[in-house]
């Protein structure tokens, strides 16, 4: 199997689980999910103070979650400007934060929407330079990587659905 072709399998799993974290907040049932409707348009306010205090966890967790979304436009979108990598990083969170506002499942926040799409930045900035470091070699060893991380993430999810 190419690279490019396993890169789109991963992928597909990373939108997956990163589906199942930020729609269904890792339930494995619809009626477990809190029916919540809030929305926050003013960065780093509600979603970042905690008892009056700046809380920049959710922030940095946000930013880790779509270094990987970065990542693989990088990989997928090569000969394309970075603006037309960094658009569907953009285009999904932005699409996550909707569906939540909509379906009352979730704070709508634009803390998270700009801390989503800065991850998914970095990622794009972090594959550059390891195809310039790496050459070619950058696409196998990020894959390897990748399905690393897939297989690691499946079998939590899997430990996650026995124990529940």
Do not use: C
């Amino acid at each position: 199997m190419d690279s490019k072709r396993i890169t789109k399998i991963l992928f597909l799993i990373y939108l997956l689980a990163l589906s199942w974290i930020i729609i269904f907040k890792m339930q494995f049932s619809l009626s477990h999910l809190s029916h919540i409707r809030n929305l926050n348009l003013i960065p780093f306010r509600e979603s970042v103070t905690v008892n009056g205090e700046l809380y920049l966890n959710e922030v940095a967790e946000n930013v880790l979650a779509f270094v990987p979304f970065g990542i693989f436009m990088a990989m997928l979108l090569p000969q394309k400007r970075f603006a037309v990598k960094a658009a569907p990083v953009f285009a999904a969170s932005l699409f996550y934060e909707s569906t939540q506002f909509l379906f009352a499942i979730g704070a709508s926040d634009i803390t998270d929407l700009i801390g989503n799409t800065l991850g998914g930045v970095m990622g794009i900035g972090i594959f550059y330079l390891l195809s310039k470091i790496l050459g070619e070699r950058a696409y196998k060893i990020v894959n390897i990587l990748l399905l690393a991380g897939a297989a690691g993430m499946l079998l939590l999810i899997g430990l996650l659905v026995v124990l529940n």
